[in-house]
């Protein structure tokens, strides 16, 4: 009598994202970064993180291995200053397709808004921008899009869907029940739905505060562990800024554990787009709104004096929170409604305009042949004016 063996069991996908985000700290007159004394021996805070963890990512070539979001304001300043880091990224997207079929570059809002807190204008615009950037950047349209701070709720998941963006990035607890899998989908009005990867909190937060970044080991045990717990994909989320800026030598250590679980047995490195093309119907979980990973009370850590902060240990308030809420959400109305008011004798269409305008933000050279360049004033009677 013959036995038959059992077949091994598939590699447990890993997904290490890194969430690459800069503010546009550029003067806006100069569209220049002033000196900023506190980044020293460097000039200012972009040039610092670049020196400490853009450019090492780039020529390790960490960005065919690592899932990632590059944020446009981010991205803009290193295509200017920093071409060859930024075609790093870009090649590493490249070489991902090559190898997985899908591209390792996730979308991102244009600014780091808290979308939930925004107008649903405010929502499409930011969402919109964002990935006409990431189309002009990456050569194609991005399958996901990465939340700031992750903050989510319903309305929020529509706009993304309505754009067509496939998945996003959610922290455990803003699930109500974290699907075993670790994707889930949400059903939206009009028939829609989108794809939600939940990361794994432990690991990742490991990884953000540096407890697995300890020793040569810590890591990738943990990544085993998790494997011969069951899971069928281990996803990590934190802050690119982690491998190199917030832990110095973090870096390296990324780049020996991409280089293990490269020629793992039981691992094996993708993205999530790959992991959701073979994903087949995830199973429908229900979305906890509003939500994200760095406030325990939703969202109110942006508007409401809820006890989050920086600096807990210190006697402080944050009642001012607030008031600068609402004083802000006047005055983004007041501009809207001016908008709109004058922008109507110039176009059709004022708020295509202003989506529209993305066009040119991500390129420059774009301006002359852009539809709103010239005003409506009659047949033969136009006017332009160069951007400033």
Same mark, same amino acid.
């Given at each position: 009598?013959?036995?038959?063996?059992?077949?091994?069991?598939?590699?447990?996908?890993?997904?290490?994202?890194?969430?690459?985000?800069?503010? /546009?700290?550029?003067?806006?007159?100069?569209?220049?970064? =002033?000196?900023? /004394?506190?980044?020293?021996?460097?000039?200012?805070?972009?040039e610092r993180i670049a020196a400490e963890c853009y450019a090492?990512?780039?020529?390790?070539?960490?960005?065919? #291995?690592?899932?990632?979001?590059?944020?446009?304001?981010?991205?803009?300043? +290193?295509? @200017?200053?920093?071409?060859?880091?930024?075609?790093?990224?870009?090649?590493?997207?490249?070489?991902? @397709?090559? =190898? +997985?079929?899908?591209?390792?570059?996730?979308?991102?809002?244009?600014?780091? *808004?808290?979308?939930?807190?925004?107008?649903?204008?405010?929502?499409?615009?930011?969402v919109r921008w964002g990935l006409r950037d990431f189309e002009?950047?990456?050569?194609?349209?991005? !399958?996901?899009? #990465?939340?700031? !701070?992750?903050?989510?709720?319903?309305?929020?998941?529509?706009?993304?869907?309505?754009?067509?963006?496939?998945?996003?990035?959610?922290?455990?607890?803003?699930?109500?029940?974290?699907?075993?899998?670790?994707?889930?989908?949400?059903?939206?009005?009009?028939?829609?739905? *989108?794809? &939600?990867?939940?990361?794994?909190?432990?690991?990742?937060?490991? &990884?953000?505060?540096?407890?697995?970044?300890?020793?040569?080991?810590?890591? *990738?045990?943990?990544?085993?562990?998790?494997?011969?717990?069951?899971?069928?994909? *281990?996803?990590?989320?934190?802050?690119?800024?982690?491998?190199?800026?917030?832990?110095?030598?973090?870096?390296?250590?990324?780049?020996? &554990?991409?280089?293990?679980?490269?020629?793992?047995?039981?691992?094996?490195?993708?993205?999530? %787009?790959?992991?959701?093309?073979?994903?087949?119907?995830?199973?429908?979980?229900?979305?906890? !709104?509003?939500?994200?990973?760095?406030?325990?009370?939703?969202?109110?850590?942006?508007? %409401?004096?809820?006890?989050?902060?920086?600096?807990?240990?210190?006697?402080?308030?944050?009642? #001012?929170?607030?008031? +600068? =809420?609402?004083?802000? !959400?006047?005055?983004?109305?007041?501009?809207?409604?001016?908008?709109?008011?004058?922008?109507?004798?110039?176009?059709?269409?004022?708020?295509?305009?202003?989506?529209?305008?993305?066009?040119?933000?991500?390129?420059?050279?774009? #301006?002359?042949?852009?539809?709103? =360049?010239?005003?409506?004033?009659?047949?033969?009677?136009?006017?332009?004016?160069?951007?400033?």
């Amino acid at each position: 009598m013959t036995g038959t063996s059992a077949s091994p069991p598939s590699p447990a996908a890993v997904v290490i994202h890194g969430h690459f985000y800069q503010p /546009p700290r550029e003067d806006p007159w100069t569209d220049r970064i =002033r000196r900023e /004394p506190t980044a020293a021996p460097f000039d200012n805070w972009n040039e610092r993180i670049a020196a400490e963890c853009y450019a090492p990512l780039a020529e390790a070539g960490a960005f065919e #291995w690592l899932s990632f979001d590059l944020g446009p304001t981010l991205a803009r300043w +290193l295509e @200017r200053e920093h071409p060859n880091v930024h075609d790093g990224f870009v090649r590493g997207d490249r070489a991902s @397709r090559a =190898r +997985l079929g899908q591209g390792n570059a996730v979308a991102q809002p244009y600014h780091h *808004i808290i979308l939930p807190l925004a107008s649903r204008r405010e929502k499409q615009t930011e969402v919109r921008w964002g990935l006409r950037d990431f189309e002009r950047r990456f050569g194609r349209p991005p !399958e996901g899009l #990465w939340l700031p !701070e992750t903050a989510v709720d319903m309305a929020t998941l529509e706009v993304l869907a309505a754009e067509g963006v496939a998945f996003t990035i959610l922290a455990p607890h803003q699930i109500a029940e974290p699907p075993p899998g670790g994707v889930g989908r949400i059903r939206l009005g009009g028939g829609r739905e *989108i794809s &939600v990867f939940v990361y794994d909190g432990g690991l990742s937060h490991g &990884v953000a505060f540096g407890a697995l970044l300890e020793g040569r080991d810590t890591w *990738i045990d943990g990544l085993q562990a998790s494997a011969h717990g069951g899971a069928s994909l *281990i996803a990590l989320a934190t802050d690119g800024e982690t491998f190199g800026h917030h832990h110095r030598g973090a870096d390296r250590t990324l780049m020996r &554990v991409i280089s293990r679980v490269r020629t793992h047995r039981e691992l094996r490195l993708e993205n999530f %787009a790959s992991v959701l093309a073979r994903a087949g119907a995830p199973p429908q979980v229900t979305l906890r !709104e509003p939500s994200s990973w760095s406030c325990a009370h939703g969202v109110e850590r942006w508007r %409401a004096d809820c006890g989050c902060r920086l600096a807990p240990h210190l006697d402080s308030q944050q009642r #001012w929170r607030a008031p +600068l =809420r609402t004083a802000l !959400e006047s005055l983004a109305a007041g501009l809207d409604e001016a908008y709109e008011t004058l922008a109507r004798g110039a176009c059709r269409s004022p708020g295509g305009r202003c989506f529209s305008w993305a066009k040119v933000w991500a390129r420059p050279r774009a #301006w002359p042949n852009w539809p709103g =360049r010239s005003p409506r004033r009659g047949p033969g009677k136009t006017r332009s004016h160069s951007p400033r």
